[in-house]
């Protein structure tokens, strides 16, 4: 079984085709449709479309990663700058970070 959905994010619709042998069945209740392939659940908001994943959790949209992403490179960065730190004191204690 194959499925089209179709999202225009200008006007915020949805419409969703269902295979059914030869031909395609217009999803006459795209709210909440759950799709059979792929087990994604497709929810209409007033001005956007959200995705859950199968397990509930709705996906993450392109500008939310991107949001995430630069977090975790702060995170990042911040904590080579605390082992960075940690290093410098343990060398002054006569320490060598690299033999332990």
């Known amino acids: 079984m194959a499925e ?14 269902e295979r059914s042998g030869k031909s395609l069945g217009l999803v006459s209740k795209i709210q909440g449709w759950v799709s059979p392939q792929l087990g994604i659940r497709f929810e209409l908001m007033s001005e956007s479309l959200e995705i859950y994943r199968p397990d509930g959790e709705r996906f993450l949209t392109y500008v939310e990663l991107g949001e995430q992403l630069a977090a975790e490179r702060e995170l990042r960065q911040a904590d080579r700058q605390r082992i960075q730190t940690l290093e410098e004191k343990l060398r002054e204690l006569g320490i060598n970070p690299d033999s332990l």
């Open 4 to 17: 089209y959905d179709i999202y225009d994010p200008d006007s915020n619709e949805l419409t969703g085709f």
